[in-house]
């Protein structure tokens, strides 16, 4: 599971709080997957049925609206990078889609900048529009550039066994829990040799729906959080403009189409 980063937020970020295949990917049989490994089963029947009504959610999920925050805190050097922004996400039928536009860059603790950043999965592959540097990049979905481990969990297409085949899982309830409190999965990398990170931890709120990802890599020292909030489910109407990757054609932009032919096709 060990990725590579562009330097971007996207090398982050979201689509899934998923724990599920990665957008567009099939998913090894189930035959095939119990052969790697034979102890991929929930044993634990309460978690078990937990995950189940997780993807049970995840199934009824067609729209998620909200306030993206996107932050990465280094322990070592006292540094906290931050990002807000808004996220949709929409499956009617077909690939599910999600994008997330920044506008926002929250820097020296409190002060805003405004940035024009967008990432967006269209159902086949990511693409990445910088308003700020006039630059519009589209990766293969295999990308890896395109990618990063955060961004992988952020998919809202949750497969139970999917999950269990990656990570070893756990509910993290503290002792003096309200019956009501929101659901903490601790998720740890069954291949931690190559993965970026010791594990993550995913919340979901009273719908199940995931609204907080944190992924902890404890050899870096650091932190990475994304938050939705203010999260609308399923509403009538979705806003789905930002889903729009049309290249833009005013001047000064920089086509990069990476998907094509498996080759990078560049126009000014």
């Known amino acids: 599971m060990k990725r590579r980063t562009n330097g971007t937020v996207w090398a982050m970020v979201l689509a899934t709080i998923a724990v599920g295949p990665t957008m567009g990917e099939e998913a090894a049989p189930a035959a095939e997957q119990a052969a790697d490994t034979p102890e991929l089963r ?5 978690l078990d049925a937990l995950l189940e009504r997780i993807e049970a959610s995840a199934d009824e999920l067609k729209t998620l609206e909200a306030t993206v925050v996107y932050d ?3 322990d070592l050097t006292g540094d906290v990078q931050k990002r807000v922004g808004t996220f949709v996400y929409v499956k009617y039928e077909g690939p599910a889609q999600m994008a997330i536009d920044f506008d926002r860059r929250i820097v020296d603790g409190n002060r805003a900048e405004e940035i024009d950043t967008r990432y967006v999965f ?3 592959s990511w693409v990445e529009i910088d308003g700020d540097e006039k630059r519009w990049t589209r990766y293969p979905e295999a990308d890896d550039a395109a990618n990063d481990p955060v961004a992988d969990l952020l998919r809202l297409d949750f497969d139970k066994d999917e999950l269990t085949r990656q990570y070893v899982v756990e509910r993290r309830v503290a002792e003096d829990a309200a019956a009501d409190e929101p659901v903490t999965l601790r998720l740890r990398p069954r291949e931690r040799a190559s993965a970026e990170f010791d594990y993550v931890d995913v919340t979901f709120d009273e719908t199940l729906t995931p609204t907080t990802v944190e992924a902890h890599d404890h050899e870096a020292g650091k932190v990475t959080r994304v938050r939705l909030l203010r999260a609308e489910r399923n509403a009538e109407t979705a806003d789905t403009s930002a889903l729009d990757t049309t290249p833009p054609t005013e001047p000064g932009w920089a086509i990069d189409d990476r998907s ?4 990078s096709a560049t126009a000014e």
């Open 42 to 46: 929930v044993v634990d029947p309460e």
């Open 72 to 74: 990465i805190e280094n």
């Open 122 to 124: 269209d159902g086949e």
């Open 260 to 263: 094509v032919d498996g080759r």
